[in-house]
């Protein structure tokens, strides 16, 4: 959604008629996670995808009759490899995905709402009836318990609530699923399924220390999604000119900015000064934190020098774990960008759980988490 952001808010506030393509549900190997938008609007401009190709050609057809007064509708794409190239994805995998029409003032009012709280970065989460015993299409926005009450219905008050308080759950997770309940919100029934797709502000990355690498890692922190903040004590180095593409630039002791910023479970933190006397009091305040991963740079030598330094320090050895260090896979890396690539890498790979290794030396299932 955040990829094609603006061209909806343009369309929403120009009042033009719009059919959004959501996948809902991915089976298999597929090449766009839940939550992949398409739109159609009544120009029959397409803008997003929800497949890289494979699928859009028949779901632009279906998005034009849903636009036409259709109705509301989930459809199915898979496919064998074997039958690669007919209609449908040529990784094999099934993909599902709800087509709805946003036409009368009202409905584009509701949408961009909701478009203006995901660019605003507020966290928002958005349920829709997928299938069952309430109406196909039918929305609840929900915003956290603080920022008052969810809007729009499902149908029913039991249905709302129970879905409200489900959806406040996934979003101080970051989880999009579906969902089932019962007619009016009962637990452990199957008679409606729910979409909610929930929209938390962007994983935090922080780099420490203004050095060209700080500057090809913002760069790729950016492009992966992250709001990426630049810290180092020094004026002369720490300055937006030299990093255009983080989203701010902090002049501050390194550890002194980290206890006084948010630091969450999505966090990522880059170190990158590789001078002990930020390194130490910087990587005892993150090893505080709950941040998903620490990276820190440095040769093999000043990796032992600092954890002799750090374990002087009272950190322990289950807390020395968590740091990836040297920062980084094993690419052969030599450039500022290249050693960001493989930065971003790692990342990556603690995130998804892979091993590392190139696919063509495994076997079995490309996403991680996959069955088959």
Do not use: N
């Not at 057809?61 to 209609?87: C, K, M, Q, T």
């Not at 605003?120 to 609840?140: F, K, M, Q, Y």
């Amino acid at each position: 959604m955040r990829d094609i952001l603006p061209d909806l808010r343009a369309r929403c506030a120009d009042g033009v008629p719009l059919a959004l393509a959501t996948v809902v549900a991915v089976h298999g190997s597929a090449p766009r996670d839940p939550g992949a938008v398409m739109a159609v609007d009544a120009a029959g401009t397409v803008v997003g995808s929800v497949s890289g190709g494979c699928v859009e050609g028949d779901l632009y057809e279906v998005a034009r009759e849903v636009l036409a007064g259709a109705g509301p509708r989930v459809v199915a794409y898979g496919i064998s490899d074997d039958e690669a190239f007919g209609v449908g994805l040529t990784c094999g995998g099934t993909i599902e995905v709800l087509v709805r029409a946003y036409v009368s003032p009202a409905e584009l009012a509701d949408l961009g709402a909701l478009l203006d709280l995901i660019a605003a970065d507020r966290p928002v989460a958005e349920a829709t009836v997928l299938s069952g015993a309430a109406e196909t299409g039918a929305r609840l926005v929900v915003r956290p318990s603080d920022a008052g009450t969810a809007t729009g219905t499902l149908g029913s008050e039991g249905l709302d609530a129970a879905v409200t308080d489900d959806a406040r759950g996934l979003l101080a997770q970051g989880h999009t699923a579906i969902q089932w309940y019962g007619a009016h919100g009962q637990r452990r029934m199957q008679e409606v399924a729910v979409f909610i797709r929930t929209y938390a502000p962007p994983p935090r990355m922080l780099v420490f220390g203004a050095i060209d690498h700080a500057a090809a890692t913002a760069r790729i922190g950016s492009f992966l999604g992250y709001r990426v903040t630049v810290c180092d004590a020094r004026p002369a180095f720490a300055t937006r000119e030299r990093f255009p593409t983080a989203d701010e630039v902090v002049r501050a002791w390194p550890h002194t900015y980290l206890e006084s910023t948010e630091v969450d479970a999505r966090t990522v933190i880059c170190v990158l000064t590789h001078d002990p006397k930020f390194d130490v009091p910087l990587l005892l305040a993150a090893l505080r934190t709950p941040a998903a991963y620490i990276g820190v740079m440095g040769s093999r030598r000043t990796h032992h020098d600092r954890l002799a330094r750090l374990r002087e320090a009272g950190a322990d050895e289950a807390a020395l774990a968590r740091l990836a260090s040297p920062v980084g896979l094993d690419l052969g890396a030599r450039t500022p960008e290249e050693t960001a690539v493989s930065i971003a890498a790692e990342v990556i790979q603690h995130r998804w759980g892979g091993t590392g290794r190139p696919l063509g030396e495994l076997t079995g299932a490309i996403h991680h988490g996959e069955t088959s």
